[in-house]
Structures are given as C-alpha cells and as structure tokens.
C-alpha cells in the first residue's frame, strides 16, 4: 500500500526525476546515490533517504539506489504515466503560452479544450485546438470527462470561472490567477504564483549588493 | 550576522510570508504561532521553529512570534524592500504575460527593459515599456545598472541569449526555456518549470482516480 506522502516530500520529487533523469544521460552508470542526489539539489543526504523511504524502492548501502529504476517510481508516483485531458479557461497572453507549451506532454498533461468570453479570441486557434466561447464549457466537461481545469483569466473572473468549472465536473484546479479560490473541500487547487519564484533571485540579489558593499568598505579600510 | 540559509528552508520563507500577510489581515491578533504556520502549509511544527532560527526573531514559549515583526522580517531577508529592476528577452506569449503581469513590483520587480530579435515585436509597447532590438542590451545593461535577465525565448535561443547578458554584466537570470543554461559559477539562474508543478495535480488525479476505482471494488462487493 502507498503510504500518505507529505507535501514537502511530494514537492521534492519531481526534483529528484529531474536529477535522476539527467543522470541516466549522462553518465553510463547503474546506480545513484542520495549523496550525489542531495549535492545536485544543495540538500542533506539524509533528508533525500528519507524521503526515498515513502517509495517502494530499496537502497544497497554505499552503493544507492538503481537510477532507472528510481526514475521509474517517481513517475509513476507523480502520475507521469498517466495521460491526463484537461481545459483551459482565458486565452490571453498567459493562457496562449500554456496552451501553446510543448513540455506538458512529457508530464502526462494534454490541454484539449480552449475558452474565452471575447469574441475576439473565440474561433482562433492555438496549435490544434480553437477558443470556444466560455458558455460550452458546461456540456464540453462531462462530454470529455475532464477533471482538469487551467484558470488563466484576470483575477476579477477568476472566481466566477472556478465556480462554473466545478459545477460542470472539474476536480483539480491550476490557478494562475493571483488570489486565494474558494473552493469546496473535495476540490485541489494548485496556485502558481510566479511572483513567489522571483523571492530567489531578489534573495540572491541582496546577498550580491551586501558583498560588493562589504568590498567597498574593505578597500577603504585598507 | 545573517546565517547562511539553506535552500529548502528559503523556499519556504515565501510561504511563511504568504501566511503571515493573510493572518494579519484576517485577524486581530498579534501572536501566530509555529502549529497555526504549520497547519496552513501542511508540515510539521517543529520543522517550522527550526527554520525560524534562521532568521532573527525571538518566539514566545506557548504564544508564537509577532507576526507583524515575523512579516517584515520575512520580507527583509527576501529582499522585498528593495527594488530590483530588470530586463526581459523574448516577448513572445510568455513574455508578454510576464512583462504585463501587475503583481511583481510588490515583491521589488521592476522591468525597465524589453528585448526581441523580431522585426515584428520590435518597437511595440507593453505596458509603458518598448520592445527592443536584442542588439541594443549590450549598451542598456551598464547604462541602467541592470543585474537580472529573465529569459522568455525558445529554448534554442536561450544560451545564446545568456552568453550576451552575462557579457553585458548580468549577473541573476530568471530562466523561463525549458533547457539548463550554462553559466560561470558566479551567476545565479533561477528556471522555472512550469511542468514541474503540474506534478501536483497529476498525483492529485492518480489518487483521486484510485479511490473512485476502490469505490466501485466496495460497490461491487457488497
């Protein structure tokens, strides 16, 4: 029986695949071990076993773990394997790059259905799939038997589209939107906030400022 | 002194923050406490108090932290308070998106500089900002101090694209093309994979298809 993984753990895991993956090109090796795991992701090596230890998926001591073989799991663990439809709701600017991404396949995600209130994006098409105005969502839902709904409009609809988007069926939400969905319990709602990503480079760049200040004052000194 | 912090627990700071800005505008309390941080980001407590340690503020046994004091820390050591300004290449849809996007200068991003190597995207405005030919970065990165690049282009243009911002004197680059740049040790690349939190919502669907699978099993059981 899969054990419950906590969140944290199920956010390093795509990490890890990644890691695992570029392994398994470059190098001409069996195994991979939590050390190198650890040091390509700046982590400690026992955070990575035991984080290892929510997969079915068994270690040899000072060797690691068989890469193909880890790479497989967590697939397999983060639905990788599995193809999974899903619509699409605002074709802006945002909604017409995510549509248009070609990487999401490979992560088992296929965007099918397109929807926009304006009548100047409905009709156009973005690779195979053409806008359809946002009132045939309701019928398209259980057409399809779709569980995944992208939310790429303003903030301001962003609610009113997550409200209609469950009533047709929809079970899990990406929400890139910047604000807070009230949603029912049963419902998954993953927020993108891309603001949140920038806290790196802007923690990089005070550190950056901090050294060159302290450089200064050290040749002044000298 | 700052202690170096580590990596996981900066990329929880975000949320912390998240959760402190809310709490605070929620209610009228002066206290929040590591279980309530906790409890709205899924993990353990004590994780939580450990990563408090790093930054400097004082918890009260039993009460919690200030959580107004917690905030503003949180934002120091993000480096919110200070404006970062930047500059953008490839203002294709993602590009456009994230150059519209009104939501970043509250976390100190400011984009001041637009670059394309399309006739047809040269010279258009988005927002007050006018695209660029990618020829003139050279001139503009000194002139204006700029020190972080964020990268909206295909994939294939990407390196060559961060080859010129580092010779211009980039030195954090925010990567959107789905590929690892390569770059001197001393720069600092941030990529975003949108796929990566797509992960969630598949291993959301592979449970959420799992128990409905179960439920059946039961239906048919009893």
Known sequence: ????????????????????????????????????????????????????????????PRVGYNAGELRNTLAHYLGYFNLNEALL???GHLGKAIAAYKGFEDYGLRIIGLFDVSEEEIGKKIGKVTVQPLSKMKSFVPKHNIRIGIITTPESSAQSVVDMMIAAGIKAVW??????????????????????????????????????????IIKKIQ
């Open 1 to 60: 029986m899969e054990k419950q993984i906590p969140r944290p753990t199920l956010e390093r895991f795509p990490k890890y695949y990644q890691v695992a993956s570029s392994f398994l090109n470059k190098y001409n090796e069996l195994y991979i071990s939590s050390v190198y795991l650890s040091e390509c992701l700046s982590m400690d090596d026992s955070q990575v076993r035991r984080d290892m230890m929510y997969l079915d998926i068994g270690g040899k």
């Open 89 to 91: 709701v605002g074709t």
């Open 175 to 216: 929400n890139f939107a910047p604000l807070r969905l009230l949603v029912p319990e049963d419902i998954f709602v993953q927020d993108e906030n891309l603001a949140e990503s920038f806290s790196f480079i802007s923690h990089f760049m005070k550190q950056f400022e901090k050294k060159k200040t302290n450089k200064v």
